[in-house]
C-alpha cells in the first residue's frame, strides 16, 4: 500500500513551489507524482494538423518526486506524515501520524 496515492490532497514541502497545495492527478512508476497546478513549465510543441494539435508554447506540469510531497491534513492545516493501521475488520488503511485520523475510509 503506498503512503501517496491518486486524488490525495498533497503539499509541497522543498523546490520553488514550497507551500503549494494540489491535488494528485497521476503516479507514475519511477518515484515521481503529477500535481494539479505544482511544478508548472513551458513545452514548445510543434502544431501537428494530422492530430489537430496547434503549435505554441504550452504550460503543463511536471512530475515532482514523492519525496519532495507530503500528505496534507486538513484539521490541522499543515503537512502530516502517515502511517497504517488495521481496522477491527481487518481492513489496513492509512492514518495521519500527528492524529491518529483516519485518511481514506472505503
Known amino acids: 500500500m503506498q503512503k501517496i496515492k491518486k486524488g490525495d490532497e498533497v503539499i509541497v514541502l522543498t523546490g520553488r513551489d514550497k507551500g503549494k497545495i494540489g491535488e494528485v492527478l497521476r503516479m507514475m512508476t519511477d518515484g ?6 505544482v511544478n ?3 513545452r514548445h ?5 494530422m ?3 496547434q503549435g505554441g508554447i504550452l504550460e503543463q506540469e ?9 500528505l496534507y491534513n486538513p484539521t490541522t492545516k499543515k503537512a502530516d506524515r ?3 493501521k488495521t481496522l477491527e475488520d481487518g481492513r489496513k488503511v492509512r492514518v495521519y501520524r500527528s492524529n491518529g ?3 481514506d475510509i472505503s
Open 32 to 37: 515521481r507524482a503529477l500535481v494539479n497546478d
Open 40 to 42: 508548472i513549465v513551458k
Open 45 to 49: 510543441t510543434k502544431p501537428n494538423p
Open 101 to 103: 485520523e483516519v485518511v
Open 82 to 84: 502517515v502511517g497504517f
Open 51 to 53: 492530430k489537430g494539435i
Open 62 to 70: 511536471a512530475p515532482i518526486q514523492i519525496s519532495n510531497l507530503a
